[in-house]
């Protein structure tokens, strides 16, 4: 069963950091806004865009992390892991939607031929300053997102990072136009929409492969299967599989314990590891168990087991 702490932890921990996530974002973008149409610069006001969409994808992260950590339900006896991927696939839909804006706005006044005007220095300042808070930002997010192991969370961290280097690539855009060459300012907007559209990619790709069930890295797999390899009692382990379920995953294992072993002995060495793992995988949703017995049976064996199994069923149904 899911640690209650941690299905705690992580909707505490996931308010507290989008909270603080809003209050910058809107001081942030309201900064940028101003600077940008004080200074003449689209590359900026383009900046401003990008970080009043943070605004939005945290919220939408608040929401996924809330009803993802909501109890088992008759109608969900899984859990609500998942809508944690739906979130940030939204988050991912509004990344690309932003980057395809703000690069529309740059092929724009390029394709017009009119005049650039040249920005101000005050686009430079906000650009810098953008920078340095969105880059504080990322990191501040990364680390809570790494310590609940959220999915949300890192891709509202990584929406932080992506606003950091669109911030950079208006400093250039902006600092090149004041050096002579005006074009670099919407051009400068059209990187930064790339850059945008490629990080909603990442983050759309990664949580397709969360509710597609794909597997846990290798290195937590290959940890998981020594743990089982050396639990008192297991001879082997005969297969090992797991899946990815929101910020949480599955494993099913199969182990195989001496032959002789009655089945109340064998039901305990299964039950201790099951614990052992859940203990110390706080994201380990659920761990299922297989008992085999180190010995294969004879066909003779099997045979006799299924007519056995066949004769029993004709009973019940008659």
């Given at each position: 069963m899911e640690s209650k702490s941690h299905t705690s932890t992580l909707a505490q921990t996931a308010?507290?950091?989008?909270?603080?996530?809003?209050?910058?974002?809107?001081?942030?973008?309201?900064?940028?806004?101003?600077?940008?149409?004080?200074?003449?610069s689209g590359a900026m006001i383009s900046d401003a865009i990008h970080s009043a969409s943070d605004v939005f994808s945290t919220i939408i992260v608040i929401v996924g992390v809330r009803i993802s950590s909501k109890k088992e339900d008759k109608e969900h006896p899984y859990g609500h892991d998942r809508m944690e991927c739906v979130a940030s696939l939204i988050l991912a839909g509004l990344l690309a939607v932003t980057g395809f804006l703000i690069g529309k706005s740059g092929v724009q006044t390029i394709a017009s031929g009119k005049a650039i005007a040249v920005p101000?220095?005050?686009?430079?300042v906000a650009a810098v300053v953008s920078i340095a808070v969105k880059e504080w930002m990322y990191h501040y997010t990364i680390r809570a997102a790494k310590r609940v192991n959220s999915g949300a969370l890192k891709a509202d961290a990584w929406h932080h990072r992506s606003d950091a280097l669109s911030s950079v690539g208006a400093l250039i855009g902006i600092a090149g136009a004041r050096l002579?060459?005006?074009?670099l300012d919407p051009l400068a907007e059209i990187i930064i929409a790339l850059m945008v559209i490629k990080v909603g990619f990442d983050i759309g790709k990664d949580s397709?492969?969360?509710m597609v069930d794909r597997s846990v890295d290798e290195k937590t797999l290959a940890a998981i299967l020594r743990v089982a390899e050396h639990h008192p009692g297991v001879v082997r382990v005969d297969d090992l599989r797991?899946?990815?379920?929101?910020?949480?995953f599955y494993i099913d294992l199969e182990i195989a314990v001496d032959h002789t072993l009655d089945i109340q002995r064998a039901h305990a060495i299964a039950e201790t590891l099951h614990n052992v793992l859940e203990e110390r995988y706080p994201n380990l949703k659920h761990c299922m168990i297989h008992v085999n017995p180190d010995v294969d049976l004879s066909d003779a064996a099997k045979a006799e087991l299924q007519q056995q199994a066949e004769a029993q069923d004709g009973?019940?149904?008659s």
């Open positions: 308010t507290h950091v989008s909270i603080v996530s809003i209050v910058v974002n809107i001081a942030l973008s309201l900064m940028k806004l101003f600077a940008g149409i004080v200074a003449h101000g220095v005050l686009a430079l002579g060459l005006p074009i397709i492969n969360k797991s899946r990815t379920f929101g910020s949480n009973v019940k149904k």
